[in-house]
């Protein structure tokens, strides 16, 4: 069986680079750590092709519309720059520009005919997570052997006889609204196994992250996706989140990404997110990544407006305002620094710091100090109820196609224990979990905050292997509370980082810190968190708009 699984994975990472266009092929061995500056300077890209994949989605799509590019000059320079992507950093498991560059000189078409764009994302190219179905691709959880849609997950588990049929039939329900909206897909980005990791490695490799590509994750578990958008390869890209899977990547590779409340967007073909679906445990969710808020809210306006909860009855049918809200007279923002069982390190603390310094140059904006309560009660409920059954599923996929388990599959495994939940422990998990959003919710009603800067997880991009602290996303996915993660503008630092913690209060504290090394660290991008209420979603990134202006504005003036 090994000799069988290794083979199909040479075969798939093969397949994935012989599709690369000659004229941008380069040898990714010979690459220096740190790549993310390779999009602005190489000669494989031309003048036009670097002034195109350095606009965000909403300037490509009103260039294209002008007439000022076509959609065949926006995918061939996505393509171009998606090939150095992966040369460098093994970002993706499946890659179509011939389709791409069909699709755009069909939409150049249908814009010459009718001088209208097709629609909102007329010509926008969008990277899609590997767990989503793309009709006639291939759609995997991070298992060789995974096939089965997560609205199907109730059929019997893979047998060897099934390894490696994960041919999609249709479109996920998202990406049929995308494709009516205009939008060029083009590829797909590694995830790890299993779908739940805080990195990406999986029977493919590991994706590393650009701005060290040696030793540093590009987090995960939508580390493809943040791996590509931070190379330029992408405008625009679907990730998904259970514990900080948009999160993590977007904080790591210096990205916005936005978690929505669970329950407003479409899941119709997605793959396994280590829930079934209609079992409200700890939700998940899809969500945007990209270079703008502006772009996040794009995405949302066009999902949403296609109303999709009248196909997906489980979904709030949740309306996206169609003007810009109004800003509050005064704007109470909670803080923390520190959620009272893991530190973080001196980069984060830094960054956040940074963040409330601007604010308090704002009118108009309150700060009150605000540490979530009971993160050690959010995540015993989390890891209880990720892996209900001990992991048997997710082990008897790698038996089916003879993968191993790798390290960090087998902690959060291990974190859910040894033997399945009962029926009356899971009653009493989903009771715990029901009762703790019950008082975090009044934690902040009678805080009177709107929003909460916080960390974006216990440190920067972590290196290979050592993402075992979740706490700092994955409590927002228990309370199910949307969030963003905004770029702060500073970067790591080893003449201002130095400060080390001198006692751990517990284990997990010291294994963060020990896991930093600030000498690998330099330069790797600092982001924050900025989390909302339940269902408040489009007030959540009206918001973030004001602190991410007030941020820029402090870049410029230091």
Avoid at 297 to 322: D, G, I, K, T
Wanted: include cysteine; proline fraction near 7%.
């Amino acid at each position: 069986m090994t000799d069988t699984w290794t083979a199909r994975v040479d075969a798939i990472n093969a397949r994935t680079l012989a599709r690369i266009p000659a004229n941008v092929r380069i040898n990714g061995e010979n690459l220096p750590s740190r790549i993310i500056d390779l999009p602005r300077t190489s000669d494989l890209l031309s003048p036009l092709d670097r002034r195109i994949i350095h606009l965000d989605a909403i300037d490509l799509r009103d260039e294209i519309a002008r007439g000022g590019l076509t959609c065949v000059q926006v995918a061939e320079a996505f393509i171009k720059s998606t090939a150095l992507a992966h040369q460098g950093t093994h970002c993706l498991t499946d890659f179509f520009p011939e389709e791409a560059l069909e699709r755009a000189r069909w939409l150049d078409e249908k814009f010459k005919e009718t001088g209208e764009p097709v629609g909102p994302l007329h010509g926008v190219p969008i990277s899609v997570k590997d767990q989503i179905d793309i009709q006639g691709k291939d759609s995997a959880a991070g298992f060789l052997s995974q096939g089965k849609s997560m609205i199907r997950f109730s059929e019997p588990i893979l047998t060897p006889s099934s390894v490696g049929k994960n041919i999609a039939s249709e479109d996920a329900h998202v990406i049929s609204i995308l494709r009516k909206a205009g939008a060029i897909f083009y590829c797909k980005t590694t995830l790890p196994q299993a779908i739940m990791h805080l990195e990406t490695d999986s029977y493919l490799g590991p994706t590393t992250n650009p701005y060290q590509r040696h030793a540093i994750s590009s987090g995960g578990s939508s580390g493809g996706e943040g791996a590509l958008l931070a190379m330029r390869g992408s405008p625009l890209g679907i990730g998904t989140d259970i514990g900080g899977s948009i999160r993590s990547p977007a904080s790591a590779c210096g990205l916005y990404g936005f978690k929505p409340t669970a329950g407003i967007l479409p899941l119709i073909g997605f793959r396994n997110h280590g829930c079934i679906l209609g079992v409200d445990r700890i939700p998940p969710t899809q969500g945007p990544m990209g270079h703008s808020i502006r772009d996040l809210e794009l995405y949302m306006q066009v999902v949403l407006a296609a109303n999709p909860a009248v196909r997906e009855p489980n979904l709030f049918p949740y309306r996206w305002p169609s003007q810009p809200l109004p800003k509050p007279s005064v704007l109470r923002v909670g803080y923390c620094l520190d959620d009272g069982v893991c530190r973080p390190t001196a980069p984060v603390i830094r960054g956040v710091q940074a963040a409330l310094t601007a604010l308090r140059q704002c009118e108009g904006i309150e700060l009150v100090e605000f540490t979530p309560r009971e993160p050690e009660e959010s995540w015993d409920v989390a890891r209880s109820l990720y892996f209900c059954d001990a992991g048997q599923r997710m082990k008897a996929q790698c038996v089916a196609s003879g993968e191993p388990v790798l390290p960090l599959t087998q902690w959060i495994v291990d974190q859910a224990g040894s033997e399945p939940v009962t029926l009356q422990q899971y009653s009493s998990l989903m009771t715990r979990r029901s009762e703790l959003r019950n008082r975090v919710a009044a934690q902040w009603a009678a805080a009177g905050i709107d929003v909460l800067l916080c960390p974006a997880g216990p440190s920067v991009a972590p290196k290979l292997n050592t993402a075992r602290y979740w706490n700092y996303t994955s409590y927002w996915n228990v309370v199910n509370y949307p969030a963003i993660i905004m770029p702060t503008g500073l970067y790591v630092d080893s003449n201002k980082d130095t400060a080390k913690l001198e006692d751990y209060r517990n284990d997990q504290e010291r294994d963060n810190a020990s896991s930093f090394d600030l000498q690998l660290s330099e330069g790797l991008p600092i982001c924050m968190q900025l989390v909302g209420r339940i269902w408040q979603d489009a007030d959540l990134l009206s918001t973030a708009k004001v602190v991410d202006e007030a941020l820029q504005k402090l870049s410029q003036r230091s």
